[in-house]
């Protein structure tokens, strides 16, 4: 792993020596110079300072700032573990290892999204500022021209940022146009276009591709309301970085995309719309959720895998309290106790049975709670969990609602 290597090794030869609680100068340029790189390998030393850190919805923004510009930046969602632990911290220093960059709407800036990165420093004593002019670079680069940015710190001794092609690696155009011709629709749908971290797209996008694989699927469902009766499905999708949304279908394309979306499977999609997240029903921590309509395209990614990472914010049974009744889901984690039979329970809305069971689960807080599981997980999890119970498994669960039933705290799933 990356933060596993000797300083000197992670750090190319041409900023060695630097100073390591510095930034890079010239940075903020270097960004905007190369707003979406085709991968990590394409990205330079690039280390910031962290200003004016603030958290936004679950994520965290700052201004990344190289001494002498600052450019808005915001992290991943499962950087917020990192700024909670007190590891990222204002003032500090991050190494930027992969972003991309959108437009902030209605304005001329740019919007950083950083997608990876790992700590430098924690907090300075003071905000690094640079009264020497930071040369700007080209505004762009060409794969197979050798290009050098140069700058002078506040020592005054000139520093040279080298970037260099690697003649090894053949660029992206190239090995697009030689596979293109062999490729399957859904690797075409990749090559053609670049594939979008989840944590960069926002309604104000217009054409994008992601390449997610389906962590959790739902049922089709029906519904009846004063617009009349129709059919809803959603899927809960994560991309390698960890990040996830949740996409939802209505009337024909949730018949048209419930038999094509399969649980543990990669996709690529494009042409979705995504609008401000329903609290009231949105399952996964995310500012926005995702339509899929009539024109949207899912293509399975054959022979594309990976497992993204989970990212939890477990609380505590004893700590559930204040969420009872609320919108906001919690993640828990504990031994389970109790496992009850499948009960079949009647739907008011359309009289129709499903099967529902009960798991009591406890934690380190010497509580307990009691999760439902419903539909497919109440026959399948549910019935793995029955045969295991003798031997205390221990479960996590996310995405759950706190509920208050009959004087204890109900979890529904």
Known sequence: PRNLLPE????????RGMDAKSVTPGAVALILANPTPESPDDVPEI?????????????????????EAKVKAILSTHFASEVHSGKLQNLGLVRILNYTCNDIPQK?????IITKCEVVSQALDAEIKSEVKIEEPAALMKPKEEAAVLSKPIGGAPAAIMLKPRHDVKSAS??????????????????????????????????????VRVTSKGNLRSYRNARGEGHVFNVELTDEDGT?????????????????????KVYYISKGSLRIANKQFKTVQNDYEMTLNENAVVEEAEGESFIPPVQYNFVKIDMLGPYVGGRELVDIIGVVQSVSPTLSIRRKIDNESIPKRDIVVADDSNKTVTISLWNDLATTVGEELLDMVDSAPIIAVKSLKVSDFQGRLLLPF
């Open 174 to 211: 190239q090995i697009v146009s030689e596979q293109r011709g062999n490729a399957a629709p859904a690797a075409r749908l990749a090559m053609t276009r670049r594939v979008h971290p989840l944590i960069s797209l926002n309604p104000y996008q217009g054409n994008w591709v992601i390449k």
């Open 108 to 112: 001329t800036d740019k919007m950083v």
């Open 47 to 67: 280390v910031v300072q962290v200003l004016d850190l603030k958290p936004i919805g679950s994520r965290f923004t700052f201004m990344a700032s190289d001494g």
């Open 8 to 15: 000197d090794a992670r750090t190319p030869p041409e900023t």
């Open 244 to 264: 996830q949304i949740q996409a939802t279908m209505f009337n024909e394309p949730a018949k048209k995309f419930y038999p094509v979306f399969e649980l543990g």
